[in-house]
T-cell receptor, first 114, second 115 residues
Framework: EDQVTQSPEALRLQEGESSSLNCSYT??????LFWYRQDPGKGPEFLFT???AGEEKEKERLKATLTKKESFLHITAPKPEDSATYLC???????????????FGKGTHLIIQP | DTGVSQDPRHKITKRGQNVTFRCDPI?????LYWYRQTLGQGPEFLTY????????KSRLLSDRFSAERPKGSFSTLEIQRTEQGDSAMYLC?????????????FGSGTQLSVL
């Protein structure tokens, strides 16, 4: 059974203070690792997909990296509008959630203070 | 890009009542998913359709839950005899099957409160 663990559960940063969010996973045959952003009362919004160890992707102040056991979401010089819950999810040969189904972690609740 | 639409956004009901939610996926997407999310948790898979066929159900989907996707377009999720434990955000997502692995696009969800 796929497992995804995210840490920390919550993180409070000052505006401009860079940090990283962690996603550790256990899967049988990783097909893809996904990062989503979720604002209160809304559905998850797609950020990145990573497919193989060593891969990196960037979007504005966010950079996602992947190893064989974990992924990091690095946030550089964050702004208050980056405040949200960041969800990590894996897609595997045994996702148990349909052909493209995802197994999610509980998320990291990020607060950026001005 | 109209995105995935869900209706209603919020539903308050009394225990024992039946409720039905609707999801309209992105038009060219042939796969449709239902997830449930409770406070402080990530979304959990409920069921999945490819076109009109319901191909997989989670053990979380009790007999009180039923989902349909007539003609492979919109989908409905019905909960019969609601219980307080059914209170959650119900999320719909869609994707397009192809050679490459596809990401899921989520709707804004239906927040269900069972009193």
């Amino acid at each position: 059974e796929d497992q995804v663990t995210q840490s920390p559960e919550a993180l409070r940063l000052q505006e401009g203070e860079s940090s990283s969010l962690n996603c550790s996973y256990t899967v049988s045959g990783l097909r893809g690792l996904f990062w989503y952003r979720q604002d209160p009362g809304k559905g998850p919004e797609f950020l990145f997909t990573l497919y193989s160890a060593g891969e990196e992707k960037e979007k504005e102040r966010l950079k996602a990296t992947l190893t064989k056991k974990e992924s990091f979401l690095h946030i550089t010089a964050p702004k208050p509008e980056d405040s949200a819950t960041y969800l990590c999810a894996v897609q595997s040969a045994d996702s148990g959630g349909g052909a493209d189904g995802l197994t999610f972690g509980k998320g990291t609740h990020l607060i950026i203070q001005p | 890009d109209t995105g995935v639409s869900q209706d209603p956004r919020h539903k308050i009901t009394k225990r024992g009542q039946n409720v039905t939610f609707r999801c309209d996926p992105i038009s060219e997407h042939n796969r449709l998913y239902w997830y449930r999310q409770t406070l402080g948790q990530g979304p959990e898979f409920l069921t999945y359709f490819q076109n009109e066929a319901q191909l997989e159900k989670s053990r979380l989907l009790s007999d009180r839950f039923s989902a349909e996707r007539p003609k492979g377009s919109f989908s409905t999720l019905e909960i019969q005899r609601t219980e307080q434990g059914d209170s959650a955000m119900y999320l719909c997502a869609s994707s397009f099957s192809g050679i490459v692995r596809e990401k899921l696009f989520f709707g804004s969800g239906t927040q269900l409160s069972v009193l």
